[in-house]
């Protein structure tokens, strides 16, 4: 009696396990496969905003790097401390309008352009301070501008070849 139970039950067991492991495979296959689908849709949709932000990051190092920002700024009518000012005012909103970038870019790639900006100002602040400076405006636009010159990679360089080299990556 138990030997025909088993003779029943188990070649049904069996094609119930095979039937079971068939469809559990093709279940993960299937699952694997619409995961790839929504990352390459993702993608396709989320790689042009990460170039936009790459591009409006490299723009905002070239606006704000000394030899285009202060002859953008400068007026002849203003005075040392006006135009202090309004190079710092600027970059500030040049950089402030472009925070939301942040979210597309690596936390490397917005660092650089943090520390570009900073050390920008902090180049602009120190030749404010200076008396030589501070006696005529085209005195302190070319001090700036020079001293920014002098360095052998400035930091808006710096920041754009990471820019750079993270946007090659996508391309491999």
Do not use: C
Request: glycine content about 0%; cysteine-free.
């Amino acid at each position: 009696m138990w030997s025909q139970v088993l003779l029943y039950t188990l070649p049904s067991l069996i094609v119930f396990l095979t039937a079971y492991l068939m469809m559990r495979a093709y279940l993960e296959k299937e699952n694997k496969q619409m995961r790839l689908q929504l990352l390459l849709e993702n993608n396709r949709k989320i790689l042009p905003i990460r170039l936009q932000a790459y591009e409006r990051l490299v723009l905002l190092m070239e606006r704000i790097a000394p030899e285009s920002l202060v002859p953008r700024v400068f007026k002849k009518d203003m005075t040392p401390a006006q135009f202090h000012y309004a190079l710092i005012s600027t970059i500030r909103q040049e950089y402030e309008h472009n925070l939301s970038q942040q979210i597309y870019v690596s936390n490397q790639a917005w660092q650089a352009v943090k520390v570009a900006k900073e050390n920008i100002v902090k180049l602009i602040n120190t030749v404010a301070s200076d008396p030589v400076a501070k006696q005529d405006v085209q005195k302190m636009s070319r001090i700036i501008i020079e001293t920014y010159a002098s360095v052998e990679q400035t930091p808006t360089d710096a920041a754009i070849e990471i820019l750079k080299n993270e946007v090659q990556q996508f391309f491999g």
